[in-house]
């Protein structure tokens, strides 16, 4: 089960492709208007997605976006 805690405005081909067969993926999609989306992997890998429920999470972002100063040195006195 993968959760993921940030919304997209579509779910990446990417995350389709880490989901295992047999897999389900919980994850917010949409901009303004978000659903709660269960996806599902079956074993021969079709996929099915499922809304649950309106939410408003906040949006995804890389590492960088997060810390654009990650690349800075950490002095260890």
Not at 1 to 24: C, D, H, R, W
Not at 26 to 47: A, D, M
Request: without cysteine; glycine residues 10%.
């Amino acid at each position: 089960m993968i959760f993921v805690g940030g919304s997209v405005k579509e779910i990446p081909e990417v995350f389709y492709e880490q989901l295992a067969p047999g897999g389900s993926m919980v994850i917010p999609v949409g901009e303004y208007f978000q659903n709660l989306t269960v996806v599902h992997k079956s074993r021969s890998g079709k996929i099915e997605k499922e809304p649950v429920m309106s939410v408003l999470f906040g949006r995804l972002q890389s590492v960088e976006e997060q810390f654009p100063d990650i690349d800075e040195e950490v002095d260890d006195e």
